[in-house]
């Protein structure tokens, strides 16, 4: 177990799987958790005084156990046999050749192929500069970003990381910040340090300063990024190459949206099982990195004009091309996913068979390029024009490697006859020994004379030639023969040739794996330099993958080109929501609707109607249309032209935060004051039902009072404001740029239609009794609430009215006077609007009482 300790001790944290001969074998505490999570048999054994738990199973099974230790939360630590086993030799060589965690994998049965599996780091310094970095081992992307709280929440949110490492003494500082959400692991403080992160950034991208790439003023961005790659390191991931650069993360680069957009507008995931997500529509991608590129560009859609321009340009052109006879979808399938495929080549864990699939997706480019010779649109002519086929590459792999290669190179058979004179004749001798041999049998006959010579085998002296006594009494064994064995029929004899034979013949398997190992590491060394072609190949594929996907969509799903500019007006004609339209049953059809807001007179647009009429649809097709076309999609609507929006906000549905105490309305006042502290004047905001997770006058006047502060605010941001309180319809009697809409409905027979088109005007009622009814609601209960409903509309309304006997005259003048006082009494400079309402409310409520 000395050998095991050794190796244990450099991983203590992580289970070691320890090769012995066909088995993967686990001991101790190892064993034990383990056992638990593959379902496999956990047994002991004697380790020199004490039993040890064990727990193994066959090293063909590591595919299907491997990512079931992992997704249940353990590092793992793979430590193979590193020589064959031999009779005089105890102990085998072993060593640890990878830590697999969550965020650190090549493993396919451990990845999503489409989803990135990120890394993360953070770096802590204050709340308004936090740093973090993000890596993807298996594509080569890695990305840095500094900023507040709020923003590295938001790439938290975005990036989705599978690990974050974290420095020792942060943890309590994380947990506050972000919870339990993420697998962390913890690194030494001195990792994350200004002079240890530069030294090692410095070092791999093998320059004097960062300056280059534009991450010289992260501080903490740059500690997170330095410990990044410490961390491959410790995992057996050394000189990644294929992270040949590092991209900052600029918070004014992309179209801003909190976590709480992105999981409201539903861009990437679905809220509930049976739900679609945009994503889930927009996927059309050939490719896996097509998909994985599709959600970042959802997820980070563009701000610059002339950058969306490009990529709505190209998705037109491809439209027209996807008509005709070429099949663009079936090339770009056939390439695969090479953009993890070239990040395997820089750390040594490409096999055999996946270089013939590189040389295949190669050959697959160079079509692509052919096919799309002719296009037009910018962005579309330089992703063709830098695609390079690497013509020296594939020859090579053509020339060096059989067509049949195995997908392991510890399984010999790889290259191909031609490439290394021993290894071709190692080859012919294993592939030809019985010839060999006899031929040296006919040979011996012929110059002896010994017709009957046979050439036999075994254990003890290997192959020898047999001469009965008949030729051995004739003296017609040669004299350089040398005599092995004596029997009573005759003798067994070796000679030089026959031994030089011999020796080739049982050492030729492990010669040519050993050759074929070499040589194959060789040749992933040596074309280490095609590294920079390929992965930009990947890039410039996944980007024409994207575009071509977005085509696809358009014309399947009847969108159309948006016109985009730099004012402040949005414009939506005949509108539709591009998920709820696909979830609609094929007899109903989605109703569009048009919108338009501005910044002089139609700022804010505050819509009532009845629950389950549409209004909650409408808010999010806006934002989600202006999302698509900022990606550089078509969009689902006649036509749309959107003033550049630089965020999008929104306050849409009930979330409860119960696990760390937040009630709905606590998570809505934090959710909308996070909005309210950072308009800008191209925001896009969304708020429906504001105020509704409280009581009725609290929920008005916090209404009341944020619609009233984004019409003053001076950045005027473009609201879509829905809401059940009808009362909220006065603000437009003297705040000029709020407009009423509402989304219509039409009563028949005691039910309410919803017609789901917005209108101009502000509705009398949300229909809610008759919700209820369609809901299955007991019929007493719903008689009931019509009695109640009809009683409060005629207390608001002043139609109760009071009656006064005349003996009790006396009694009203007391009780008028009382209220008197305390209506004198109310200090109305130190009463904030709020309070108002409530002490109004407080004073009806007794007057009712007394009536």
Known sequence: MEQYNEMKAKHPDAILLYRVGDFYETFGEDAIKASQVLGITLTSRNNGGSDIELAGFPYHSVDAYLPKLVRAGYRVAICEQLEKPSKGKKIVKRGITDVVTPGVTLDNHLLDHKK????????????????????????????????????????????????????????????????????????????????????????????????????????????????????????????????????????????????????????????????????????????????????????????????????????????????????????????????????????????????????????????????????????????????????????????????????????????KEGVNQELDELKYVLNNSKDLLLNIQKEEAINTGISNLKIGFNSVFGYYLEVTNKYKNQDMVPAHWIRKQTMSTGERYVTDELKKLESKILGAEEKILQIEEDLFKNFITDIQDFLPQLQQNAQNIARLDVLHCLAKVATLNQYNKPSLNEDTNLDIKAGRHPVIEKLLPQSESYIPNDLHLNSEDQQIIMITGPNMSGKSAILRQTAVICIMAQMGSYVPAESASIGIIDRVYTRVGASDNISSGESTFMVEMNETASILNNLSSRSLILLDEIGRGTSTYDGISIAWSIAEYLHTSKFRPKTLFATHYHELNELSSFLPRIKNFHVSTMEMDKTVIFLRKLVSGGSEHSFGIHVARMAGMPDEIIKNAGKKLKLLEAQRDNQIHLTIEPDSREDVKSENESLTREILSIDTQSLSPIEALLKIHELQNSLRKKS
């Open 116 to 415: 990135n599996n990120f890394l993360a780091a953070i770096s802590f310094g204050n709340d308004q500069n936090i740093g973090i970095a993000l890596a993807d081992v298996s594509t080569g992307e890695f990305y840095a970003a500094e900023g507040h709280s709020e923003y590295i929440n938001k790439v938290l949110q975005s990036f989705s990381p599978s690990e974050i490492v974290l420095a020792r003494s942060t943890k309590n500082r994380y947990t506050e910040f972000i919870g339990d959400k993420y697998y962390t692991y913890f690194l030494e403080d001195w990792i994350f340090t200004d002079s240890y992160a530069q030294k090692k950034l410095l070092s791999h991208f093998d320059v004097t300063s960062l300056k280059g790439f534009g991450i010289h003023d992260y501080h903490n961005g740059m500690i997170a990024a330095g410990s990044i790659l410490h961390y491959l390191e410790s995992t057996e991931n050394h000189n990644p190459r294929h992270l040949s650069k590092i991209s900052r993360l600029n918070h004014d680069d992309f179209l801003w949206m909190d976590r709480f957009t992105i999981r409201n507008l539903e861009l990437i995931n679905a809220m509930s099982p049976e739900g679609k997500s945009l994503f889930d529509v927009l996927d059309h991608s050939s490719t896996p990195m097509g998909s994985r590129l599709l959600r970042k560009w959802i997820i980070m859609p563009l701000v610059q004009l002339k950058a969306i321009q490009h990529r709505l340009d190209a998705v037109e052109e491809l439209i027209h091309f996807h008509e005709s006879e070429s099949d663009l979808s079936l090339l770009l399938k056939s390439i695969g996913d090479l953009e993890r495929l070239v990040s395997k080549i820089p750390l040594f864990r490409i096999s055999p068979r996946e270089l013939k699939q590189l040389e295949k997706s190669l050959e697959k480019i160079e079509q692509v390029k052919s096919a799309l010779i002719q296009v037009h649109s910018t962005y579309l002519k330089k992703l063709i024009d830098t695609l390079n086929p690497c013509q020296e590459l594939r020859n090579r792999i053509h020339t060096q490697i059989d067509e049949n290669a195995p997908n392991s190179y510890s399984k010999g058979g790889i290259f």
